[in-house]
């Protein structure tokens, strides 16, 4: 009896420890799908959190939604990267935004969820 219980408990471990690495194989999945430009965009925007690039008491003062040039400036870099990344040239961004950071920083928004949108409609069509 106690065999059978043993062997039945390694039987489920076993089974749990495949379910567990197909999850985070998914995972990695996903992960390994992005391009180094959307994970450079992705930790610009998490560096907005940084307690150096939050709001200034003067930038909440302004109480716009918009964010401040200071803080534009920051998404730029990586959002020109990652516009560039899909072939555009620097010439096409420079005349479609005339160098204004907002629209670039949308621009690259739009790029990216649509990159995500793109990685997840193929992890759903693999499973």
Request: aromatic content about 4%; overall charge positive.
């Given at each position: 009896?106690?065999?059978?219980f043993?062997?039945?408990?390694?039987?489920?471990?076993?089974l749990?420890a495949?379910?567990?690495n197909?999850?985070?194989?998914?995972?990695?999945?996903?992960?390994?799908?992005?391009?180094?430009?959307?994970?450079?965009f992705?930790k610009?925007f998490?560096?907005?959190?940084?307690?150096q690039?939050?709001?200034?008491?003067?930038?909440?003062?302004?109480?716009?939604?918009e964010?401040?040039?200071?803080?534009?400036?920051?998404?730029?870099?990586?959002s020109?990267?990652?516009?560039?990344?899909?072939?555009?040239?620097?010439?096409?961004?420079?005349r479609?935004?005339?160098?204004d950071?907002?629209?670039?920083?949308?621009?690259?928004?739009?790029?990216?969820?649509?990159?995500?949108?793109?990685i997840?409609?193929?992890i759903?069509?693999?499973?």
């Amino acid at each position: 009896m106690k065999k059978h219980f043993l062997l039945a408990v390694f039987a489920v471990l076993s089974l749990t420890a495949v379910s567990c690495n197909n999850e985070s194989a998914a995972v990695n999945t996903v992960e390994s799908m992005k391009t180094p430009e959307m994970d450079n965009f992705n930790k610009a925007f998490k560096s907005l959190g940084d307690p150096q690039n939050r709001p200034t008491e003067e930038e909440k003062k302004r109480n716009t939604s918009e964010l401040s040039d200071r803080r534009k400036a920051l998404l730029v870099p990586a959002s020109k990267a990652l516009i560039l990344s899909t072939g555009v040239t620097e010439a096409e961004l420079t005349r479609k935004t005339n160098g204004d950071m907002s629209a670039i920083i949308v621009w690259a928004t739009q790029i990216y969820s649509q990159k995500n949108a793109e990685i997840r409609n193929k992890i759903k069509s693999e499973n």
